[in-house]
Every structure is written in C-alpha cells, then in structure tokens.
Nanobody
C-alpha cells in the first residue's frame, strides 16, 4: 500500500504561483512514478504532469507546458508541482497519484495504482 497526502492548495489570483506537495509513504519512493491529475467541476479528471522514479523523465499536458514544473525529492519522499502564471481554467481539485513502475511515465488514470485525497486550487480572475 502507498499513502499519498497532498498539500499546498488554496485561493490565488490569475498570474500568481502556487506549489503543491505530495508526501508518500508505504513503498520505496524511488520505485514509484508519480503523477498529478486534476478535476474541474463538471469535467473528467485529466492528466497534468508525471515524473519517473529517478526524476529523469517527465511529461506534461499541453495546457500546462511552460507554466507548471513537476519535481521530486526522493530523500523526502515528496513530489512537487510548481504552478506559475495560474489561470482561472486551472481551477480544479488536484490529485497526486503513484504508479508501481518507476521507468514508465504514464498519462492515463488507469496506469496509476494509488491516489491521494486531492487538494483544491482556485484561481480567480
């Protein structure tokens, strides 16, 4: 089992920055690919970003490329999502996810094995 706890969400204005954190426990963290997904009201959950176990491979949704950065600190068992130049359309519940495949950076929900409870990000215009 892997436990994931997100933090760092909040209410910000358009153009602001926010950093989300996700602390993991229960498995060797470096053996997990970590991802961030989000779900806006009335919409399907969608992929945001992912990073491989070593941190060497990353993937981003087109909608966040150039604005968001995913990173991880394997010594702290934590993955981060730095979000810059936030837009109202980034408003969503953000979920951290873990995949038991350290080398495969997946973008599909069903590729991930464990999920956090989510943290709300609201961007006002």
């Amino acid at each position: 089992q892997v436990q994931l706890v997100e933090s760092g969400g909040g209410l910000v204005q358009a153009g602001d920055s926010l950093r989300l954190s996700c602390a993991a426990s229960g498995r060797t963290f470096s053996r997990l690919t970590m991802g961030w997904f989000r779900q806006a009201p009335g919409k399907e959950r969608e992929f945001v970003a992912a990073v491989s176990g070593s941190g060497g491979s990353r993937a981003y949704a087109d909608s966040v490329k150039g604005r968001f950065t995913i990173s991880r600190d394997n010594a702290k068992n934590t993955v981060y999502l730095q979000m810059n130049n936030l837009k109202p359309e980034d408003t969503a519940v953000y979920y951290c996810a873990a995949r038991l495949a350290p080398f495969l950076v997946g973008m599909l929900e069903n590729e991930y094995d464990y999920w956090g409870q989510g943290t709300q990000v609201t961007v006002s215009s």
